[in-house]
């Protein structure tokens, strides 16, 4: 799995550490207000389980899984829900919780579904931000760390469904995706 990693951007060290920050900051910001906390499957997972944690308020957690994806290391512009959520979001602050924000167009499409559907509020904290990749407008509340345009795997974030459990974030290497 190592192997096939061209260069380490983020170190778990690293990662721990912002995580903690930001767990910080939103724990002064929602300590009032019982916020629900989305996790965008599959690959906000392990940002999702630790940031949660590092929030000592009172949260509701639940999953969303949305996919545009699919092997490609580019975005088809198409978003389909694969998994709605359980709890309704009317009258609700919305923390949607990211791996990384390429084009927005996931985001977008949140976005405006929870305003749809009447949350009070929509929030978005991202591990990674690319914002060379953007084609919608979408501005992240909070981000961990922005990231050059170029794929990057680990800590949640895979290629054709490997890597997410790599414990940070690396640059694969090009031939990996282009199968030589
Ligand atoms: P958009 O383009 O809608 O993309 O902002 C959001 C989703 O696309 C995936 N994505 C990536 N996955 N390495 C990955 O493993 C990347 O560099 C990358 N860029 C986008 C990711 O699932 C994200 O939630
Ligand atoms: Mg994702």
Redesign the pocket.
């Known amino acids: 799995m190592k192997e096939d990693i061209e260069k380490i951007l983020i170190e778990e060290e690293e990662i721990k550490e912002k995580t903690k920050e930001i767990g910080k900051r939103m724990t002064h910001e929602y300590k009032d207000s019982f916020p629900l906390v989305i996790g965008?499957l599959k690959?906000a997972m392990p940002f999702m389980a630790d940031l949660t944690r590092a929030i000592h308020a009172h949260l509701e957690i639940d999953f969303m899984d949305v996919s545009?994806?699919g092997d490609k290391?580019v975005?088809s512009g198409e978003v389909k829900i694969v998994k709605d959520l359980d709890s309704s979001v009317k009258d609700r602050d919305i923390i949607i919780v990211?791996?990384?924000?390429?084009?927005?167009?996931?985001?977008s499409y949140l976005v405006s579904l929870f305003h749809h559907r009447q949350a009070n509020s929509v929030k978005i904290v991202t591990l990674l931000d690319?914002p060379e990749?953007r084609r919608a407008d979408i501005v992240p509340d909070i981000v961990g760390f922005t990231v050059p345009d170029?794929?990057?795997?680990g800590f949640g974030?895979?290629?054709a469904e490997r890597y997410r459990n790599l414990p940070y974030i690396g640059i694969l290497k090009p031939e990996i995706y282009r199968g030589s």
């Open positions: 965008v690959g545009s994806y290391t975005s990211e791996d990384i924000i390429d084009s927005g167009l996931t985001l690319k990749g170029e794929f990057v795997v974030l895979d290629y």
